[in-house]
């Protein structure tokens, strides 16, 4: 009994001890960059073909970097993230 005792004991401190370094992220709306899904930029599981058919060429295209492939298109008022030829994010620049 005292083996089971002091394993619980153990386990709650441990619990309360990861707790504390716990943060919370402040996801106000004013502090957003932007939404998915807004009217005016690609969509989620857009291709690269579709989103330059629908937006034209972007100003400036990054090299995919790690595995998988991330690549970054650049536009006036927004970024645009692939992962291989997919959308995957794009997010309004301030």
Same mark, same amino acid.
């Given at each position: 009994m005292a083996k089971v005792t002091a394993k619980l004991l153990l386990a709650l401190s441990? &619990?309360?001890a990861v707790g504390v370094g716990a943060q919370n992220l402040d996801m106000r709306a004013g502090d957003r960059s932007a939404s998915f899904d807004e009217p005016g930029k690609p969509? @989620? &599981?857009m291709t690269q073909t579709r989103v330059? +058919? +629908?937006f034209g060429a972007p100003q400036n295209r @990054?090299?995919?970097v790690g595995d998988p492939p991330i690549t970054r298109w650049e536009y006036a008022d927004? $970024? $645009?993230f692939f992962e291989h030829d997919k959308v995957i994010h794009a997010v309004s620049k301030r």
């Open positions: 441990l &619990g309360i969509t @989620r &599981g330059e +058919a +629908a @990054r090299a995919p927004f $970024v $645009v």
